[in-house]
């Protein structure tokens, strides 16, 4: 007789598998370096695909026909983090052109505000300045960081275009600048909200750069997001207020992050918020506990993996969608003989 692991891992194996795709931005942008952003252009050409598969269905329905062991193998759901005001105005018309359902994922302290969310402003602050003190020492958060920046206090052609090429997620860092962001961006990320905008200020003085914030970088408006949300192909997820990464604060912050942002995108949508999505993907045993507490129905990180009926319903992976033509789109995304 087949025993009990070796059946449990052959049925997982041979389980019908769906897949999340998830995207960030359709946009124009002149840099990308945590490659989350896709054009206009590819981005319809992706729909095209993806509605001549026949697979997309709404992320309610996936993760419904999961728990229910009813899963379809190839199905796909399409998914938008943060809240960019391009989802509404770029996603939005081309998802109902191609009449494809989607869930988007809001943060919601940025709604309306001409304010871009703080890793879009510190990319801009250490890699794209034209001009830096040469020399950067100080606490972030106490602890002691000491940058020098030699010849690349000011920015030269050649090192704006390796800053716009440098793909973070992948590449160590090839400059002071680049190393100098990282390090900057990992000692934030962590940060209770009203701390971190403290110490993005210190990092604004430093610099002594008082320009405003960059057209294109903001958020939707509440209006905008009401629109969105009145359409039956849409479904509004939770993203926490702040876009915490949950995993670095306490039960009550936890809970506070994720109750206040669903009750507001509750106000103003007038719809049931059922589905959550961790920032950064950031999570830990607390975080689940807190989603299954606060009666989400399922929750999704950033991980590259595959929906089966066996997934557990508060860490759902999904596969980052980057800027691929139609041809690599598909080979990456839509490959038939790997998972269907």
């Known amino acids: 007789m087949m025993n ?6 052959f049925r997982s194996y041979f389980a019908p598998q769906a897949a999340v795709l998830m995207y960030h931005r359709v946009a124009e942008v002149k840099s990308d370096i ?26 309610t329905e996936l993760t419904q026909n999961a728990r229910k062991n009813r899963l379809k193998s190839g199905s796909i759901a399409l998914t938008f983090d943060d809240g960019y005001a391009d989802n509404f105005l770029i996603a939005k018309p081309l998802l109902e052109k191609y009449n494809l359902p ?6 919601t302290s940025n709604l309306g505000k001409k304010t871009e969310f703080w890793w879009d402003e510190l990319e801009s602050l250490i890699l794209f300045s034209e001009k830096l003190p040469p020399v950067f020492s100080g606490k972030i958060n106490g602890q002691v960081l000491n940058f020098e920046l030699q010849q690349e206090a000011e920015l030269r052609p050649v090192q704006r275009h390796i800053n716009r090429n440098w793909k973070a997620g992948e590449e ?7 190393a100098m962001f990282l390090k900057l961006w990992q000692t934030l990320k962590p940060l209770p909200p009203k701390i971190q905008k403290q110490e993005l200020q210190k990092i604004r003085d430093w610099a002594a ?11 939707m408006s509440e209006k905008q997001l009401q629109e969105l949300s009145r359409n039956s192909l849409f479904e509004i997820g939770a993203h926490t207020v702040s876009h915490a990464a949950l995993a670095f604060h306490p039960p009550e912050f936890q809970e506070q992050e994720l109750s206040e942002n669903r009750n507001l995108l509750r106000d ?4 049931n918020i059922e589905l959550l999505s961790y920032p950064y993907g950031n999570y830990n045993t607390q975080t689940l506990r807190t989603a299954n507490q606060t009666k989400f129905k399922a929750a999704f990180t950033t991980q590259d993996e595959f929906i089966n009926n066996q997934t557990e319903q508060f860490r759902m992976g999904r596969f980052q969608v980057k800027d691929l033509p139609p041809e690599k789109f598909a080979a990456q995304y839509l490959p038939a003989q790997r998972w269907c």
Do not use: K, M
Request: positive net charge.
């Open 4 to 9: 009990f692991r070796f059946r449990h891992i």
């Open 34 to 59: 945590w490659d989350i952003t896709v054009s206009p252009e590819n981005f319809e050409r992706q729909l095209q695909l993806l509605q001549q598969s026949g697979r997309v269905i709404s992320l």
């Open 102 to 107: 989607a869930t988007f994922f809001i943060t």
């Open 172 to 178: 160590n860092p090839p400059n002071i600048r680049c």
């Open 209 to 219: 750069i008082t320009s405003a914030p960059r057209n294109g970088y903001e958020s």
């Open 268 to 271: 103003i949508t007038n719809r």
